[in-house]
């Protein structure tokens, strides 16, 4: 009897600092961020248990216990995660993945665990290599700044895809590496000959001091042994940075909207007042009480109540024991986390992690960290008066985001007072306090308490003033 075929295994590149990512890197590694109340790599790893994946090692840095968090009490699987001892480059992370894998593994799936990702394209990328046994990269057609991206040059057709060539940062490309790379374990070892500084860049391209899965990539390209290649057929999107938030919760939410069936938990109450059109799931124990307006598809989570004319746009997500409540308004493809608030003539549009609370009386279009307490009356501005979009900078760099642009973007543990003010754009550190009155016109860094200095002048008054 011939020996039995081992199971598909991957390894999953969670190691790196996520600097690019704040304020939502501070508190958690950015692939433990939740998408759709599902962390990232909670959320691959899961995927790839539904293809049939046996094997799954996830690479972390030391001490990274938001990633064991994330893959906590992860239904039939159990990712093993090792740990890269620094985190040096996606190269060696991968070796370390590779390296722990048990068995006679003769190929595995590597994947950025900060990658949002339809199972399709994990699952083609996968196939094309099982057909042809040679290292396979997943790839999507650049709608941007090649200069964003580990770009590629790719020939050939429909399904007949080869990678010719790599450019990390490129000033002209036409595709990018989206992050899922099929190795053949005859190629395990060039990721050990990876220079420290990835060579195949523009000229003045200047690179950082790291060991890029890319360049042996583009090695094995220079030598002929051409990669195939996959395009994407699917958004995807790469969690680097906040605005990236905004796009990877349209993409699953999307997804989540095309296999919406409808769903009511027996225990779930739903009041004779309340107007629901489309398809709706309804957790156990969940309430929609009189006079709402709920738009499917949408997902309430267990004891999530949506009560006392609360309108709730199509495709929202609620967390379980969440309150939505008292003539406030969800916007279309907003998130609500777990054991949120919001109350009373609050609106609300983008992604609101864990425990955030908006009581009353507030305009809010962006992201909130964990545990954040919007103040009464804070409003996100969002439109410039050139009408255009804001261009944020990172590390000194211009960026020019797709999506969320305009929004804000306030780190975990922070508040407002009342009647503060954001200007489109601006993103607020950690653990940071905003008080009454601020308008916020730039970035707050972490930990630090902003009051508003004001002059005021006193001058005697009384009934004398009107004659008496």
Same mark, same amino acid.
């Given at each position: 009897?011939?020996?039995?075929?081992?199971?598909?295994?991957?390894?999953? *590149?969670?190691?790196?600092?996520?600097?690019?990512?704040?304020?939502?890197?501070?508190?958690?590694?950015?692939?433990?961020?939740?998408?759709?109340?599902?962390?990232?790599?909670?959320?691959?790893?899961?995927?790839?248990?539904?293809?049939?994946?046996?094997?799954?090692?996830?690479?972390?840095?030391?001490?990274?216990?938001?990633?064991?968090?994330?893959?906590?009490? $992860?239904?039939?699987?159990?990712?093993? +995660?090792?740990?890269?001892?620094?985190?040096?480059?996606?190269?060696? &992370?991968?070796?370390?993945?590779?390296?722990?894998?048990?068995?006679?593994?003769?190929?595995?799936?590597?994947?950025?665990?900060?990658?949002?990702?339809?199972?399709?394209? $994990?699952?083609?990328?996968?196939?094309?290599?099982?057909?042809?046994?040679?290292?396979?990269?997943?790839?999507?057609?650049?709608?941007?700044?090649?200069?964003? #991206?580990?770009?590629?040059?790719?020939?050939?057709?429909?399904?007949? $895809?080869?990678?010719?060539?790599?450019?990390?940062?490129?000033?002209?490309?036409? #595709?990018?590496?989206?992050?899922?790379?099929?190795?053949?374990?005859?190629?395990?070892?060039?990721?050990?000959?990876?220079?420290?500084?990835?060579?195949?860049?523009?000229?003045?391209?200047?690179?950082?001091?790291?060991?890029? *899965?890319?360049?042996?990539?583009?090695?094995?390209?220079?030598?002929?042994?051409?990669?195939?290649?996959?395009?994407?057929?699917?958004?995807?999107?790469?969690?680097?940075?906040?605005?990236?938030?905004?796009?990877?919760?349209?993409?699953?939410?999307?997804?989540? &909207?095309?296999?919406?069936?409808?769903?009511?938990?027996?225990?779930?109450? =739903?009041?004779?007042?309340?107007?629901?059109?489309?398809?709706?799931?309804?957790?156990?124990?969940?309430?929609?009480?009189?006079?709402?307006?709920?738009?499917?598809?949408?997902?309430?989570?267990?004891?999530?109540?949506?009560?006392?004319?609360?309108?709730?746009?199509?495709?929202?997500?609620?967390?379980?024991?969440?309150?939505?409540?008292?003539?406030?308004?969800?916007?279309?493809?907003?998130?609500?986390?777990?054991?949120? =608030?919001?109350?009373?003539?609050?609106?609300?549009?983008?992604?609101? +992690?864990?425990?955030?609370? $908006?009581?009353?009386?507030?305009? =809010?279009?962006?992201?909130?960290?964990?545990?954040?307490?919007?103040?009464?009356?804070?409003?996100?501005?969002? +439109?410039?008066?050139?009408?255009?979009?804001?261009?944020?900078?990172?590390?000194?760099?211009?960026?020019?985001?797709?999506?969320?642009?305009?929004?804000?973007?306030?780190?975990?543990?922070?508040?407002?007072?009342?009647?503060?003010?954001?200007?489109?754009?601006?993103?607020?550190?950690?653990?940071?306090?905003?008080?009454?009155?601020?308008?916020?016109?730039?970035?707050?860094?972490?930990?630090?308490?902003? *009051?508003?200095?004001?002059?005021?002048?006193?001058?005697?008054?009384?009934?004398?003033?009107?004659?008496?």
């Amino acid at each position: 009897m011939s020996p039995s075929k081992p199971p598909p295994a991957a390894v999953l *590149l969670a190691a790196g600092k996520g600097a690019r990512f704040w304020p939502y890197n501070e508190v958690r590694n950015k692939c433990a961020f939740p998408i759709a109340n599902e962390p990232v790599i909670r959320r691959l790893c899961r995927q790839l248990g539904t293809l049939g994946f046996g094997q799954i090692v996830v690479v972390t840095s030391a001490s990274d216990s938001s990633i064991r968090a994330a893959l906590r009490r $992860l239904p039939g699987l159990q990712p093993r +995660l090792v740990t890269q001892a620094e985190p040096t480059g996606t190269a060696d &992370a991968a070796l370390c993945g590779l390296a722990a894998l048990d068995g006679e593994v003769t190929g595995a799936l590597v994947i950025s665990g900060d990658l949002v990702v339809a199972d399709q394209d $994990l699952a083609a990328t996968w196939a094309r290599y099982q057909l042809t046994g040679n290292a396979t990269v997943l790839v999507e057609r650049l709608n941007g700044a090649p200069t964003d #991206w580990l770009c590629a040059e790719i020939d050939g057709e429909g399904d007949a $895809l080869r990678l010719t060539s790599v450019e990390g940062h490129s000033r002209d490309a036409a #595709w990018r590496l989206a992050g899922v790379t099929a190795l053949p374990r005859r190629h395990w070892s060039r990721l050990a000959e990876v220079p420290p500084v990835m060579r195949h860049v523009p000229v003045g391209g200047m690179p950082p001091a790291e060991r890029e *899965l890319a360049e042996a990539l583009a090695v094995l390209a220079d030598d002929g042994d051409m990669p195939d290649a996959v395009a994407a057929s699917q958004g995807l999107v790469d969690m680097d940075k906040p605005w990236h938030i905004m796009e990877a919760t349209a993409a699953v939410l999307r997804e989540m &909207a095309a296999i919406c069936k409808e769903s009511i938990d027996a225990t779930a109450r =739903i009041a004779a007042g309340a107007e629901i059109s489309g398809p709706v799931v309804i957790g156990p124990g969940a309430e929609i009480g009189n006079r709402v307006t709920l738009q499917g598809p949408a997902r309430i989570g267990p004891g999530a109540r949506v009560i006392n004319g609360a309108i709730v746009g199509a495709g929202c997500v609620i967390g379980a024991r969440s309150r939505v409540s008292d003539y406030c308004l969800l916007s279309a493809g907003s998130v609500v986390g777990e054991e949120c =608030i919001v109350g009373h003539g609050a609106e609300f549009e983008g992604v609101m +992690l864990y425990r955030s609370y $908006l009581y009353h009386y507030c305009e =809010i279009y962006g992201v909130l960290g964990e545990a954040v307490d919007i103040g009464a009356a804070t409003v996100y501005g969002t +439109l410039r008066f050139d009408d255009g979009l804001s261009t944020p900078r990172i590390g000194g760099r211009r960026e020019h985001p797709r999506d969320g642009a305009n929004c804000t973007y306030i780190g975990d543990y922070s508040r407002t007072g009342v009647n503060v003010i954001t200007q489109p754009g601006v993103r607020i550190g950690c653990y940071t306090c905003v008080g009454a009155g601020v308008v916020v016109y730039r970035d707050i860094p972490s930990r630090q308490l902003v *009051l508003l200095k004001q002059e005021t002048e006193m001058r005697p008054w009384g009934p004398e003033r009107y004659g008496w």
